[in-house]
């Protein structure tokens, strides 16, 4: 499968693997990954293409589309809730640099604020470019497929914290995703929000169909499809 590597600005990549996109970020100092994408094992020899500065690694959530790349990494940045989805999954090496809410990353001149974001995964995570006025959401803020099915998912806490982003909207300017289109707008965010809510309360009619070789619900929310039990 074909990478693509799309230049967004002097110093920002989004690289596209087929199944999903992760990001190059660069500072003054350093430059940080953002996931390591589902194809590509090869994720840090595609960032060392683009930048010869020193390379860090961060995953905005352990599923196994996010870290094909970890292996070559001897230590990433992630949420400690997601430790047991990564140590349980299909790459499972490396040291997890625990990130906390409000944590800040500065690649040099280049500052990326961690925002907890539990609900798609307990421990996902955006960051929020703080300069460039940019979310990058992982999974959790996309209009495409988004999966809720499965132990580690929780509708409860997706509201919640759709909500806090809501809330921090004057901060960011537009949406930088994982998955499906790129870029969205960050009206997305309180549209998902009212969507989870009606999840909530029982409102949103599905119809079954298989996903992965899961039997699931694919529930059409207008704004994304949400894929539950």
């Not at 020193?54 to 352990?62: D, G, I, K, Q, V």
């Not at 999954?89 to 925002?115: F, S």
């Not at 998912?153 to 909207?169: G, Q």
């Not at 549209?191 to 989870?196: C, H, I, N, S, W």
Request: hydrophobic fraction near 40%; proline fraction near 5%; charge should be negative.
């Amino acid at each position: 499968m074909e990478v693509q590597i799309i230049q967004i600005d002097e110093n920002t990549w989004r690289i596209e693997d087929g199944g999903v996109r992760f990001f190059l970020l660069t500072g003054t100092d350093k430059a940080l990954l953002i996931d390591s994408g589902m194809n590509t094992p090869d994720a840090k020899e595609i960032a060392r293409s683009l930048t010869d500065l020193p390379l860090e690694l961060l995953n905005t959530h352990a599923d196994r589309d996010h870290v094909a790349g970890n292996a070559a990494f001897p230590w990433f940045y992630m949420h400690p809730a997601e430790g047991s989805n990564y140590y349980h999954g299909p790459v499972a090496v490396g040291q997890l640099i625990p990130v906390w809410d409000g944590d800040v990353l500065d690649l040099g001149g280049r500052k990326l604020e961690v925002i907890h974001i539990p609900g798609h995964t307990p421990g996902s995570i955006a960051l929020l470019d703080i300069d460039k006025r940019v979310l990058y959401s992982g999974d959790s803020v996309q209009d495409g497929n988004i999966f809720m099915f499965g132990v580690q998912r929780e509708f409860h806490a997706y509201a919640v914290s759709l909500a806090r982003l809501e809330d921090m909207m004057d901060r960011f300017d537009v949406v930088y995703p994982s998955h499906s289109t790129f870029p969205v707008e960050k009206s997305l965010i309180p549209a998902l929000k009212e969507a989870a809510e009606k999840m909530l309360r029982g409102e949103l009619p599905g119809r079954a169909v298989e996903i992965h070789g899961h039997d699931v619900m694919l529930r059409d929310a207008g704004a994304a499809r949400f894929l539950t039990e």
